[in-house]
Every structure is written in structure tokens, then in C-alpha cells.
């Protein structure tokens, strides 16, 4: 009988020995998957950080193109009336060559 407890015993130390086996390397992955996602997490909160400084900077290029456009519409309202000054001008100058040729008839 001793036989027969000694090598259940040695049995149960094998069998538990294998489990421990086991749980350690489940364990081990388990920490290699939380240390993948920790590093995903910091990159991401690195890609957010950036994108956050991206778009403040680009929020600024536009209140600046915003501004430039309202200018050149401006610009372009006043080259408008010139236009309509310098026609009326020179329908002017014709009327005037025109009464000048008939003064010199």
C-alpha cells in the first residue's frame, strides 16, 4: 500500500505541478495582452493629443483665410465701383470727341 500512496502522491505533485505550469503561462499571457493594450492606449492618446494640436492650428489658418477673403471681397466691391467710374469715363470721352467734332464742323 505504501507504493500505491507514494505514487499517488507523486501523481497529485505531477498533476499540480502541470496545473501551475498552466495558470503561469495563462498568467504570462494575460500580462502581454494588458501590456499590448497599455501601449495602444498611450499611442492613441498621443494620435489624440496631436490631432487636438493639428486642428487648433488649422482652426487659426482659417479664422486668418477668413479673414483675407472677407478683405479681398472688400477689394473686390471697390474694384467694382472703379470699373463703373472709369465706363462712365470714358462713354465720357466719347461724347465729348463726339460734340468736339461737330464744334469743329
Known amino acids: 500500500m505504501t507504493s500505491a500512496s507514494s505514487s499517488s502522491a507523486r501523481s497529485l505533485f505531477a498533476e499540480s505541478k502541470q496545473r501551475l505550469a498552466e495558470r503561469v503561462q495563462v498568467n504570462m499571457n494575460n500580462i502581454a495582452s494588458l501590456a499590448r493594450q497599455i501601449q ?26 477668413e479673414e483675407n477673403l472677407k478683405k479681398m471681397q472688400l477689394i473686390s466691391v471697390h474694384m467694382g465701383y472703379q470699373f463703373e467710374n472709369i465706363h462712365k469715363s470714358a462713354q465720357m470721352l466719347t461724347e465729348i470727341n463726339e460734340q468736339v467734332t461737330m464744334m469743329q464742323r
Open 40 to 65: 495602444r492606449g498611450s499611442k492613441s492618446n498621443e494620435l489624440l493629443s496631436k490631432a487636438a494640436r493639428d486642428f487648433a492650428t488649422t482652426e487659426h489658418l482659417m479664422e486668418g483665410s
